[in-house]
């Protein structure tokens, strides 16, 4: 019996009469609300995710403001990563790469070291923590499936869709803000982690 061949997901994205995009499912949406989104951010970016990587990170960080500040808050990424720190995670993915990180590793050491980069880990909550969000200041939020990841943002097929609604914004800013008090702070460990790859990447 022959082989179906594997056909591509498409790509679907809505636009306002302004070309942003308000909803979009499909491989990369979560980068084009980054893209457009972004850079709307004057003070601070929240943002909720299962999973958190370096190269998330480097893909999103060319489209905020130097002054705002991330907030991250990572949950439970289901499959193999499901036992592994957040710091386990983010080392391995140091180690495992393709991409050129030094210069992002050190931007964010700087950042971190500022006050313009937190991360929280929320996997030691009561309840398992596996929300999907970014909120831009109290402008705008979006939501969906997508995580602050390389395949989150490029390579999964994602839906997404923004909201401008004043009140969505506040509930869901209070409900980050109050978990995010409960959840374990990672970034004293995490600047010790790059500083020390930063050493030893220059060193070889």
């Known amino acids: 019996m022959p082989r179906k061949s594997k056909s591509k997901l498409a790509f679907v994205l809505q636009s306002n009469p302004d070309g942003q995009p308000i909803a979009g499912v499909g491989s990369g949406v979560g ?7 972004f850079p709307e951010a004057q003070n601070i970016i929240r943002i909720a995710s ?8 480097k893909l999103g960080r060319k489209y905020v403001a130097s002054k705002v500040q991330f907030q991250i ?4 990424e289901e499959g193999k ?3 592994a720190t957040v710091i386990d995670e983010i080392t391995a993915d140091l180690g495992q790469c393709d991409t050129d990180l030094w210069r992002t590793v050190f931007e964010l050491v700087e950042r ?3 006050g313009r980069f937190i991360i929280r880990d929320a996997r030691k909550m009561q309840v398992p923590f596996h929300c999907k969000f970014y909120i831009c200041d109290s402008k705008l939020i979006w939501h969906g499936s997508s995580n602050y990841s390389r395949r989150g943002l490029c390579q999964s097929a994602e839906q997404v869709s923004v909201s401008h609604d ?6 869901f800013t209070n409900w980050y803000d ?21 050493n030893f990447a220059t060193l070889s």
Do not use: P, T
Not at 31 to 37: D, M, Q, R, S
Not at 50 to 57: K, Q, R, T
Not at 73 to 76: D, E, F, I, K, N
């Open 31 to 37: 980068l084009e609300f980054i893209k457009a989104y």
């Open 81 to 83: 990563h499901v036992k």
């Open 112 to 114: 971190m070291k500022s």
């Open 50 to 57: 299962a999973y958190f990587s370096l190269v998330g990170y």
């Open 178 to 198: 109050d978990v995010a008090q409960n959840a374990q702070d990672l970034l004293a460990e995490l600047i010790k982690k790059l500083e020390d790859w930063l």
């Open 73 to 76: 808050l990572v949950g439970w």
């Open 166 to 171: 004043s009140e969505r914004i506040c509930l």
